[in-house]
């Protein structure tokens, strides 16, 4: 299926970005399971209560200048 060339850099663009949100949740996994998921089970309910999405904090800095 062609597509133009900025569609293809906006999927491009889109892979890279859920790429590095794949690397930092996979480093964030690395340390203790249990408080990861902790952690992302806190942040969804807060999200849900608040009805807006929550800036991405990450305890590894470099993720967001990566982005």
């Avoid at 906006?10 to 690395?30: G, P």
Wanted: without cysteine.
């Amino acid at each position: 299926m062609p597509v133009d060339a900025a569609t293809a850099e906006r999927i491009v663009d889109e892979a890279n970005a859920s790429f590095h949100m794949n690397m930092a949740m996979f480093r964030e996994l690395e340390g203790n399971w249990f408080v990861a998921l902790t952690k992302f089970g806190w942040n969804s309910l807060l999200t849900k209560i608040k009805g807006e999405p929550k800036e991405n904090v990450s305890a590894h800095p470099e993720t967001k200048a990566a982005s």
